[in-house]
């Protein structure tokens, strides 16, 4: 039998606040319309921890003291003159996990709710993904990303473009990491009673029949395939995009029959 000796080697304090609002629109015998809104924030800080540790891929992430749990830490890149400098110490750039989520439901009940038309609305922000993927095409060994070739109105190469295509830029993540903020349609769907006649001709006491359609649009300033990706699950509160393909848009049938 091996015992082991576990000690706790810091501390996480997380701190927030959560509201949901309930409304109903109309109220009528042949009209119902129901709204819900919630908002939530969050805040993580490690309170103590006596020194960093690296996790995740190539150690852009740390789980530091003072700072967000798994936070992003990166050597700042910039470009001075024609020289790309890569800074000497690696500085606190965001964080992977959302720090506001929020939610708009509404629910339209028609013909004595014989039809029902249910919509969901998401939020997410406040938090970073690195595009490995952009990474990968825009190092010199390969450079097929689209950003080193964005011009000017002079057609000079930006300023981006060429960091983005310098080997010693295009190394580091730096210029890789975007603002992950984003609202999704989540969700639509339509749920219509079967009429007794048919119903009664399938043997069944009463039935409904729905259309779900899933994931319809994604606003979002986030330059990759998707800003929900994450090629790494939730190991180590990670959030990256490699090669990944994007939460996917879905329609779906169901037919209900009680007997």
Known sequence: MCIRDRDNVGEVKNSGVEVALDATL??????????????????????ELAAPIAIGGRGLQEHR???PFGAYFMYPVTLEGDQVVVADEREFVGQPTPSYTGALSSTLSLFDGRVRIYGLLEYMGGHKTVNYTETYQCRTAFGTCKA????????NLTEMARLKGDPAANFQSYHFTYDADFAKLRQVSVNISVPGQWTRYLGAAS????????NLFTITDYPGTDPEINSQGRENASQREFFSAGVPSALSFRLSLVY
Not at 26 to 45: A, F, G, K, M
Not at 148 to 155: H, T
């Open 26 to 47: 109309l109220d009528r015998s042949d009209l119902e319309w129901s709204t819900r809104l919630t908002y939530s924030h969050l805040t993580s800080e490690i309170t």
């Open 65 to 67: 003291e003072g700072y």
């Open 148 to 155: 080193r070739f964005e011009k000017d109105a002079n057609g």
């Open 207 to 214: 039935g409904d029949f729905g259309i779900v359609a899933s």
